[in-house]
């Protein structure tokens, strides 16, 4: 199964500091200020969309967590996954 590369680039950004002490900041120690980077990063554009599928949103494909889950909602084969029996 040829499976869907599609991704979103994410930039970096500055986002608040959760560990901030802002009486450690001002007296120089290891705080490191009221916020900090985060680097950019590609993230996939898959979404779940039911029991053991999930889907492209730049292209719509489907795509399947397992050969015998395609098997099921392809071909109606069933299996012993669990949740898809009848």
């Known amino acids: 199964m040829t499976e869907c590369t599609h991704t979103r680039e994410i930039q970096g950004q500055w986002v608040d500091n ?3 002490d802002p009486a450690e900041y001002e007296a120089g120690g290891y ?3 009221p ?3 985060t680097n950019g ?4 554009t ?5 029991l053991h599928r999930y889907k492209c949103t730049e ?6 967590y397992s050969e015998a889950a ?16 009848d």
Do not use: A
């Open 35 to 37: 916020s900090e980077w």
């Open 46 to 50: 898959t979404v779940d969309i039911d």
């Open 70 to 85: 395609r098997k099921y909602y392809e071909e109606g084969i069933k299996s012993n996954i669990r949740g898809l029996e």
């Open 31 to 33: 705080d490191s200020g």
């Open 41 to 44: 990063y590609n993230k996939s």
């Open 18 to 20: 959760p560990s901030h």
């Open 59 to 64: 292209c719509d494909k489907i795509m399947y």
